[in-house]
């Protein structure tokens, strides 16, 4: 097969995130757009993407991107392009849609003309009046941005935050592909301790783990492209023993996750069990204010609560306060905190070394980043 054409989406901010992702498993010519990363690659490149990207949302084929400001345009530039080369005589093909700036602002009207273009030309390319779309499932979204639409294919299917090992949520949950980036936005590594006083249910100590052991995200689950005849077995087989071999497993992680809520700390380590990281992770109950650790050069990683309903401000605003002394104590440390509260800096006590615009779900945060000193050089 020749070249695909593939784009990685992304949560906005995180898009440099996932271009150095993409450049890491060795793909070139990466092109960063708002919300989304593209880039070539032949088809196993569908596999390795699904598995290996980390902040990701999910991974698409690009089938045509053009112009239209009208049905008519809509209509015959969708039925130009080569649609059987992904989609079979059974393909179960429904198309979802969204417009924003574009004249073709309706969109279930654009995917009811994108769904007509498309049997339009699968009836002349398979000799058939009609389709029954018994066969594989082949998500199709028609995107139009200022009139310009991309028409694309989901490769992944339900999206790639969905790793497997979280089977139960606490109250907002962070997304595991932000704290996946959250973690490789920071300076820590394999070697140096990590603490998130606030772990929730876990996921910021579960992604380090998985980053530290060099475990592929998405090895426990499937993809909806698995069942594409395009794409052969041999290669997600293939993909999926090289990932395995990778793992590093002899490495001796410190990973901490603390909270004051029992309650979510046994979600906690319910997914560390689905994770198989019992002996990565070390999880307890601990109040904020006896939060002491004798290891150096360690990294505070996390997502404390923003105050977002009435009544909680001044309670957060407290907490911010203690963070500060808290964290103060940890002089050679490197702190990293996710918060929508717009005066963090000034409550916390302390201005950050370089801030960075995230969202969490739809809330705008910003993502503080409090260097502190190098390690010493072990080779010294």
């Keep these: 097969m020749a070249k695909i054409q593939l784009i990685a989406t992304a949560t906005f901010g995180l898009e440099a995130v996932v271009a150095r992702e993409v450049s890491d498993l060795g793909y070139s010519d990466v092109k960063v757009e708002n919300a989304r990363v593209l880039f070539e690659a032949d088809e196993s490149a569908i596999s390795r993407c699904n598995l290996w990207l980390r902040s990701a949302d999910r991974v698409l084929i690009r089938i045509g991107e053009f112009g239209a400001q009208s049905f008519d345009e809509l209509f015959e530039r969708t039925k130009a392009l080569p649609w059987e080369e992904w989609l079979p005589v059974d393909a179960n093909f429904p198309v979802t849609g969204k417009s924003v700036k574009s004249k073709l602002f309706s969109v279930s009207d654009c995917q009811a003309i994108v769904k007509k273009a498309i049997v339009e030309r699968l009836k002349k390319v398979y000799h058939k009046s009609w389709f029954d779309e018994t066969g594989p499932q082949y998500k199709i979204e028609v995107a139009l941005l200022k009139d310009n639409v991309t028409l694309t294919i989901d490769t992944t299917g339900p999206g790639l935050h969905k790793r497997g090992y979280r089977k139960l949520s606490a109250q907002a949950p962070l997304k595991e592909t932000l704290a996946a980036a959250m973690i490789n936005l920071s300076y820590w590594n394999h070697e140096r301790v990590l603490i998130d006083p606030f772990c929730g249910s876990g996921t910021i100590p579960i992604e380090a783990a998985l980053i530290g052991l060099n475990i592929a995200p998405g090895i426990n689950r499937n993809f909806v492209s698995e069942t594409w005849p395009q794409i052969p077995t041999a290669i997600w087989q293939q993909t999926r023993a090289e990932a395995n071999d990778l793992i590093k497993r002899d490495r001796i992680l410190k990973i901490i996750g603390t909270d004051i809520d029992e309650a979510v700390l046994s979600l906690a380590r319910y997914h560390r069990k689905l994770a198989n990281l019992n002996e990565q992770i070390h999880l307890q109950r601990l109040p904020l204010a ?91």
């Design 290 to 380: 006896e939060l002491r650790s004798s290891y150096k050069y360690g990294c505070v990683i996390c997502n404390p609560p923003y105050g977002e309903r009435i009544g909680e401000v001044k309670e957060i605003e407290q907490l911010y306060r203690q963070m500060g002394r808290v964290f103060q104590q940890l002089d050679t440390w490197s702190i990293y905190v996710l918060t929508a509260h717009q005066n963090f800096e000034k409550i916390y006590g302390k201005k950050a070394d370089r801030r960075r615009k995230l969202y969490n779900g739809r809330i705008e945060c910003q993502f503080y980043q409090f260097y502190g000193p190098k390690p010493p050089n072990k080779n010294n």
